[in-house]
């Protein structure tokens, strides 16, 4: 079982490191951020529901008590995540924005410890020291914060709505089928951003056209979006939600952590955006840090946090 979720964590975040770049080709045709993450949320919320209407209807059902839980869901682990990081990356190149979102770790680690209450390792805050080190490498610092700050801003924060989306997809039970999360969490967010997208304003042209991004690629627009809501949204969502149902929070957003890496690698191979010395090193000790601290939150005992109990050596 666990295994088979590395498997397939694995495959979901290299899936997910094609949206970033796919969106380029879809801001380059004349969209706006807004109108490309509406765009995916509501092609891929549409296509699933249509899909298990017909061979799993049952998947769509929601207990009434769930209802919240649906709605979060849709608000902070779909809408919230895509919307920010979409914005993020007309600020920002791909690498650096999936950098600030896999901050991600390092908060879920900050949940695990604060909120829920488990007893962490020494290396879990060890290991976000670390991740926090290398992001300041990443922007660096000591240069004034050369990078945009509103886009620094903007991944922070679609960093802590995508660790809302591993602690949420870790903590539902039986009663929710992941498949029905998973198509009413996207169609509830293209409701969500209907009125930041207004759909009636979007350039429908746009998708007959090809486009390259600046010193990337030229490809067909229509097939850059078929591509995000297919394999970067459908499948990355599916394979990602079931990864997380077998490892934890923890482990799932550890591996997840390779999108980073993946998005870099497809955003200089499509779109020709590179990396300074700065970034890859800074880049190398984000995950590092973010590996040592989910490493460490995974392996932890469930036992308590209490004020009276010291620990005892062996």
């Known amino acids: 079982m666990r295994y088979s979720g590395l498997a397939l964590a694995f495959v979901s975040s290299w899936c997910f490191a094609f949206s970033g770049p796919m969106a380029k080709y879809l801001i380059t045709a004349g969209l706006a951020p807004m109108e490309a993450v509406w765009t995916r949320m509501?092609?891929?919320?549409?296509?699933?529901?249509?899909?298990?209407?017909?061979?799993?209807?049952?998947?769509?059902?929601?207990?009434?008590?769930?209802?919240?839980?649906?709605?979060?869901?849709?608000?902070?682990?779909?809408?919230?995540?895509?919307?920010?990081?979409?914005?993020?990356?007309?600020?920002?190149?791909?690498?650096?924005?999936?950098?600030l979102e896999f901050m991600a770790p390092v908060m879920v680690v900050a949940w695990v410890r604060f909120v829920r209450k488990v007893r962490l390792a020494r290396a879990a805050y060890v290991g976000a020291v670390v991740a926090v080190v290398g992001l300041g490498i990443v922007v660096e610092a000591w240069q004034g914060l050369r990078l945009d700050a509103l886009g620094l801003l903007l991944g922070l924060l679609a960093g802590a709505c995508c660790a809302g989306y591993f602690i949420m997809s870790d903590s539902f039970g039986e009663d929710v089928d992941p498949l029905?999360?998973?198509a009413w969490g996207m169609t509830g967010a293209a409701v969500v951003l209907v009125p930041f997208a207004r759909p009636w304003d979007i350039p429908w042209e746009a998708f007959t056209v090809s486009v390259a991004p600046e010193g990337g690629r030229t490809l067909p627009v229509l097939a850059a979006y078929l591509w995000m809501v297919l394999i970067a949204t459908v499948v990355a969502y599916i394979l990602g939600v079931n990864a997380v149902r077998r490892l934890s929070a923890a482990v799932g957003a550890t591996v997840a952590s390779l999108e980073v890496i993946g998005g870099a690698m497809v955003a200089w191979a499509l779109v020709g955006e590179t990396l300074g010395v700065f970034q890859i090193l800074g880049g190398l000790i984000v995950l590092s840090g973010a590996l040592l601290a989910q490493t460490?939150?995974?392996?932890?005992?469930?036992?308590?946090?209490?004020?009276?109990?010291?620990?005892v050596a062996a």
């Open 42 to 99: 509501a092609g891929a919320g549409l296509l699933l529901l249509a899909v298990l209407t017909v061979v799993r209807p049952r998947a769509l059902r929601i207990p009434r008590s769930r209802l919240p839980f649906f709605g979060l869901y849709a608000v902070m682990a779909v809408a919230g995540v895509q919307s920010l990081y979409f914005v993020a990356i007309t600020r920002l190149p791909v690498g650096i924005a999936l950098l």
């Open 296 to 311: 460490a939150t995974a392996s932890a005992g469930p036992s308590p946090v209490t004020e009276v109990e010291e620990p």
């Open 180 to 182: 029905g999360l998973i």
